[in-house]
């Protein structure tokens, strides 16, 4: 979950720098898509690689725990997001 209160210093989709980033409602489940925010790096799970998920793509939240999310990318793979890009 963001803090309505946190900006950010590069452009957000349509949203000029320095604003407050807009939340979107998240929850748990296989309906419970989001769009990323900004560019995310993150581990692709099990295999462990890193790669980047870019600003807009929509991804799934399947797990929120210790301050980490794992995610289900467009093309049906798992990845975890860091605590950095988590909140």
């Known amino acids: 979950m963001t803090d309505p ?5 590069e452009s ?3 949203q000029p720098a320095d604003q407050p980033v807009s939340d979107q409602p998240v ?5 419970k898509g989001f769009t990323l925010p900004r560019d995310c790096e993150v581990t692709i799970v099990p295999a462990g690689h890193r790669t980047v ?3 807009g793509d929509r991804v799934t939240l399947l797990q ?9 990318t467009r093309a049906g793979e ?4 860091g605590r950095a890009d988590s909140i």
């Open 64 to 72: 929120a725990l210790g301050g980490t999310a794992t995610v289900k």
């Open 5 to 9: 209160d946190v900006t950010t210093t």
């Open 12 to 14: 957000v989709g349509d």
């Open 53 to 55: 998920l870019v600003a």
């Open 27 to 31: 929850g748990i489940g296989p309906t």
């Open 78 to 81: 798992m990845a975890r997001l």
